[in-house]
């Protein structure tokens, strides 16, 4: 098994690796999102509740699946980076790090968005609500202590132990709408319970989000790798192909 990641443990070998895979995610995920889009606020139902104002979910239910997804893959790097002693796992986690806190924004943005005209406020200190922003601290404080460290080992470290210590509000997002008392809507099994024409274009979304994330990791992990080697020979060679001299 190990045979199988000792490539990724080269990081020119990883950097060559990303820039393979990014034109394939970016444009899967591009087509996705169109796909999902163009249906859901184009051409699904309007809910006999909600009205139109329910569209919004295209966005911000994707938005908020991933953005506990993102943190949990960045723990597993977190863990990997401690274990292992890996630092490409901790530039890992930090690509990941910027992607996760603009989707918890969105997800924070969208739900305010929507809960306006279903709650008649923009926001309330709700269990869910608070520990999705909870999260967004999480995220930025990751990305403020690596930043923190000149070193960047002490750095990886560091903010390793911070993103596994804040798993524990994983957990507490997904089922506060089950232990407190909330005006969020609770656990309905969604993608069992909405209307076929409703749902799809919802998995779409869903999908096409989840690539895009995985595109802009991709992307800012190839950025990380050179600034992390760009005093290595593998780099100066890259920048002069690319110059062509």
């Not at 045979?3 to 393979?20: D, E, I, T």
């Not at 709650?119 to 869910?128: L, M, P, Q, S």
């Not at 750095?155 to 132990?161: C, E």
Request: aromatic share 14%; glycine share 6%.
């Amino acid at each position: 098994m190990w045979k199988c990641f000792h490539p990724l443990a080269s990081p020119a070998r990883l950097y060559q690796l990303c820039g393979q895979c990014l034109p394939w995610f970016a444009a899967a995920s591009l087509a996705a999102l169109a796909v999902g889009w163009i249906w859901g606020f184009g051409f699904a139902p309007q809910d006999y509740q909600q009205g139109q104002s329910y569209r919004i979910i295209y966005l911000h239910v994707p938005a908020a699946v991933s953005s506990m997804s993102i943190y949990a893959a960045m723990a597993c790097a977190a863990f990997v980076g401690m274990v292992w002693q890996m630092q490409l796992a901790n530039l890992a986690m930090m690509a990941m790090a910027p992607v996760g806190a603009v989707y918890t924004f969105i997800a924070l943005l969208t739900g305010s968005a929507w809960g306006k005209p279903m709650w008649g406020t923009w926001w309330i200190w709700d269990a869910r609500l608070t520990s999705e922003l909870i999260l967004l601290f999480l995220y930025v404080g990751a990305i403020a202590l690596w930043h923190a460290f000149e070193d960047k080992q002490q750095a990886g470290k560091a903010t390793a132990l911070l993103v596994l210590v804040g798993v524990v509000n994983l957990p507490i997002i997904h089922y506060s709408v089950q232990w407190w008392y909330t005006l969020h809507q609770g656990s309905t099994n969604m993608l069992q319970t909405v209307a076929p024409a409703m749902r799809f274009p919802l998995v779409w979304s869903m999908i096409g989000m989840g690539l895009l994330f995985i595109t802009f990791t991709l992307m800012r992990m190839r950025t990380l790798i050179l600034w992390q080697e760009r005093r290595r020979p593998w780099v100066s060679e890259l920048i002069r192909q690319e110059k062509g001299l």
